[in-house]
Nanobody, 126 residues
Framework: QVQLQESGGGLVQAGGSLRLSCAAS????????MGWFRQVPGKEREFVAS????????YYSDSVKGRFTASRDNAKNTVYLQMSSLKPEDTAVYSC???????????????????WGQGTQVTVSS
């Protein structure tokens, strides 16, 4: 059974930083591209970042490019999202997800992902 567990969310002031972690189990983690998405109540889930299975390449939405960095440690079965220069509009529940097929380069569409974590709340105060 695949499990993804996020941690590291919390309350931070605007301009601050947080690092989210997503620990994976039940899959060959090093073979799967991973993604980060966020969602605000009443709005659609939004792509934030993704990283290839090797960690060699990462991709970002325009809204977080230059402020967020995705990384992974395949030895620890963990993917990270380092968030800096946080803004109130970054407030959301952040979830990690694993790509639907091994070795796929993960995209921005949530349908490309088969496994999801429960999410962790990030709140940025102004």
């Amino acid at each position: 059974q695949v499990q993804l567990q996020e941690s590291g969310g919390g309350l931070v002031q605007a301009g601050g930083s947080l690092r989210l972690s997503c620990a994976a189990s039940g899959l060959s983690f090093g073979s799967y591209g991973m993604g980060w998405f966020r969602q605000v109540p009443g709005k659609e889930r939004e792509f934030v970042a993704s990283i290839t299975f090797s960690g060699q390449n990462s991709y970002y939405s325009d809204s977080v490019k230059g402020r967020f960095t995705a990384s992974r440690d395949n030895a620890k079965n963990t993917v990270y999202l380092q968030m800096s220069s946080l803004k109130p509009e970054d407030t959301a529940v952040y979830s990690c997800a694993a790509a639907r097929r091994i070795y796929d380069t993960p995209g921005t569409n949530s349908r490309e992902y088969a496994y999801w974590g429960q999410g962790t709340q990030v709140t940025v105060s102004s």
